[in-house]
């Protein structure tokens, strides 16, 4: 059977969510707080604990992100394989994210790098301001991180 064609309506608000996945994605990967804050609602509930982070409000979590990311001397967050379902003015999305990451070695020379992959479980909203992220979850499916040899630099963990 199958799929009946999507409207324009469902065309603009499926590439509407994929630009706030981008857009997410861009936010963590320049360390821009602002842009990354407006992908998510101000209740927004966010789960980092799969790869272990934190779970807890969206500025709670922007604090955490904002002491932790400059620990990486290099990250790409990359989202794909996107499942997008809308509803109205609500929807769900699963999409998967790659990230290549590196930490700086203790001798100071090179740098570690590591590669984490799952998925972002999100509830969505329609707001005036656009689509928005109300609760996100990531889902652990690997990491090469859990290598013994990851020694971060003194005073960073």
């Avoid at 799929?3 to 499926?14: A, G, I, N, S, Y």
């Avoid at 807890?56 to 992100?65: Q, T």
């Avoid at 002491?67 to 809308?86: A, D, R, Y």
């Avoid at 203790?106 to 998925?119: A, H, I, K």
Wanted: proline share 4%; hydrophobic share 35%.
């Amino acid at each position: 059977m199958t799929k009946p064609r999507m409207t324009h309506e469902q065309l603009l608000d499926r590439l509407e969510i994929e630009d706030l996945l981008t857009r997410y994605a861009t936010g963590v990967d320049r360390q821009d707080w602002n842009l990354w804050e407006s992908c998510f609602t101000e209740d927004a509930v966010i789960d980092y604990t799969a790869f272990g982070g934190i779970r807890g409000g969206l500025k709670e979590i922007r604090g955490w992100l904002e002491k932790t990311m400059p620990i990486f001397s290099m990250c790409q967050h990359m989202i794909l394989n996107k499942e997008i379902e809308v509803s109205g003015d609500t929807a769900t999305s699963r999409a998967g994210f790659y990230n290549p990451m590196a930490l700086p070695i203790e001798d100071g020379g090179d740098q570690l790098l590591f590669f984490e992959g799952g998925y972002y479980l999100d509830q969505l909203v329609r707001t005036a301001d656009g689509w928005k992220i109300r609760r996100r979850v990531e889902e652990f499916s690997y990491s090469t991180r859990l290598n013994p040899q990851l020694k971060p630099k003194q005073g960073q963990s």
